[in-house]
């Protein structure tokens, strides 16, 4: 099943059980989606992965300023919203997955000091797209690299 077609029946379950939060997160996907649809860069499942991410990252952001302002009534719905969407993305990588990946990414490209970071991340973006954080990427990558 397409995700576009497992959002609707989803939007309709949640619907059915009175779920208003989940409803408002499933409809944001389904925005999400739908613009992608008329976009100029087309619909493709690595244009719907990388929105999604998007989204989430754009929600955890939000909750994380709400927390500072000490708003936990907005961090909580941002982040139940992120955590709705993030089930729709792909199994993330564990730090230790992703540090083993690098490492054989490095080994290819042969990267010796930190001033080779650039090569490691162009490759290391490209392998790890959908399944890794860039900021826990880029973290990972420094460390190695020194």
Same mark, same amino acid.
């Given at each position: 099943?397409?995700?576009?077609?497992?959002?609707?029946?989803?939007?309709?379950?949640?619907?059915?059980?009175?779920?208003?939060?989940?409803?408002?997160?499933?409809?944001?996907?389904?925005?999400?989606?739908?613009?992608?649809?008329?976009?100029?860069?087309?619909?493709?499942?690595?244009?719907?992965?990388?929105?999604?991410?998007?989204?989430?990252?754009?929600?955890?952001?939000?909750?994380?300023?709400?927390?500072?302002?000490?708003?936990?009534?907005?961090?909580?719905?941002?982040?139940?919203?992120?955590?709705?969407?993030?089930?729709?993305?792909?199994?993330?990588?564990? !730090?230790?997955?992703? &540090? $083993?990946?690098?490492?054989? #990414?490095? @080994?290819? %490209?042969?990267?010796?000091?930190?001033?080779?970071?650039?090569?490691v991340m162009g490759?290391?973006?490209? !392998?790890?797209?959908? &399944? $890794?954080?860039?900021?826990? #990427?880029? @973290?990972? %990558?420094?460390?190695?690299?020194?």
């Amino acid at each position: 099943m397409a995700l576009e077609e497992k959002i609707n029946a989803d939007i309709k379950s949640a619907m059915l059980a009175k779920d208003q939060k989940r409803l408002e997160a499933l409809r944001a996907i389904k925005s999400v989606i739908l613009l992608l649809k008329t976009s100029a860069e087309g619909y493709t499942d690595e244009s719907e992965m990388k929105a999604l991410q998007k989204e989430v990252k754009k929600r955890k952001e939000t909750a994380e300023i709400y927390t500072t302002q000490n708003r936990a009534d907005l961090a909580e719905v941002e982040t139940f919203q992120a955590g709705v969407i993030e089930a729709y993305l792909p199994k993330q990588m564990t !730090a230790d997955e992703i &540090k $083993a990946e690098l490492q054989k #990414i490095i @080994a290819q %490209v042969g990267a010796t000091s930190a001033a080779d970071m650039g090569k490691v991340m162009g490759a290391a973006t490209k !392998a790890l797209s959908g &399944k $890794a954080d860039g900021k826990a #990427i880029s @973290a990972i %990558v420094r460390e190695l690299l020194q």
